[in-house]
Antibody, heavy 121, light 110 residues
Framework: QVQLQQSGPGLVKPSQTLSLTCAIS??????????WNWIRQSPSRGLEWLGR?????????DYAVSVKGRITINPDTSKNQFSLQLNSVTPEDTAVYYC???????????WGQGTTVTVSS | QSALTQPPSASGSPGQSVTISCTGT?????????VSWYQQHPGKAPKLMIS???KRPSGVPDRFSGSKSGNTASLTVSGLQAEDEADYYC??????????FGGGTKLTVL
């Protein structure tokens, strides 16, 4: 049974960097062609896919246009986890952040427990 | 404003059937057989209920079914049960590594 366990701070100051980690059990971050995603949910923006990473002979990264330039998703094969960094945050980035496994075409079949992140001074 | 349009609410009595719609465009729902449906209970993460328009992942009751016609996808819950009361979200692949979601429908079991 695949499980995702999220960790990271729940409060971030404006202009700083939001950092979250998603630890994987029951699968590998390096599984061939399996995408590992970050999705957020807020009352104002609803569910929003942020980006993904996957390994297929090399590492690939795809990011949503809405956050491109501010976002980095990194796999950590030594710890079997992946991370999200979102720079220059504003109160608009306040949301529940989820890590997931899944293809866009086939659905997100495994979700982390969610982390509520508030951007406030 | 979400890319896909869902009714904000739906309701039905136990044992009845209810259908939730998800309307997009030819660039997303109508262009790909890649619609997924998620169930979300309060304070919990979404759970995948339907993938690729009509496929049920292992463990999802066959009371849940999905379909699509043109730019509109639908989720039908038959034989409503109290535990089906939740928020339901649709999503669709929209090309160019783009995934879009609906705004969600709150299903109430009367």
């Amino acid at each position: 049974q695949v499980q995702l366990q999220q960790s990271g701070p729940g409060l971030v100051k404006p202009s700083q960097t939001l950092s979250l980690t998603c630890a994987i059990s029951g699968d590998s971050v390096s599984s061939n062609g399996v995408p590992w995603n970050w999705i957020r949910q807020s009352p104002s923006r609803g569910l929003e896919w942020l980006g993904r990473t996957y390994y297929k002979s090399t590492w690939y990264y795809d990011y949503a246009v809405s956050v491109k330039g501010r976002i980095t998703i990194n796999p950590d094969t030594s710890k079997n986890q992946f991370s999200l960094q979102l720079n220059s945050v504003t109160p608009e980035d306040t949301a529940v952040y989820y890590c997931t496994r899944g293809q866009m075409r086939y659905g997100m079949d495994v979700w982390g427990q969610g982390t509520t992140v508030t951007v406030s001074s | 404003q979400s890319a896909l349009t869902q009714p904000p609410s739906a309701s039905g009595s136990p044992g009845q059937s209810v259908t939730i719609s998800c309307t997009g465009t030819s660039s997303d729902v109508g262009g790909y057989n890649s619609v997924s449906w998620y169930q979300q209970h309060p304070g919990k993460a979404p759970k995948l209920m339907i993938s690729e328009v009509s496929k049920r992942p292992s463990g999802v009751p066959d009371r849940f079914s999905g379909s699509k016609s043109g730019n509109t996808a639908s989720l039908t819950v038959s034989g409503l049960q109290a535990e089906d009361e939740a928020d339901y979200y649709c999503s669709s692949y929209a090309g160019n590594n783009n995934l879009v979601f609906g705004g969600g429908t709150k299903l109430t079991v009367l």
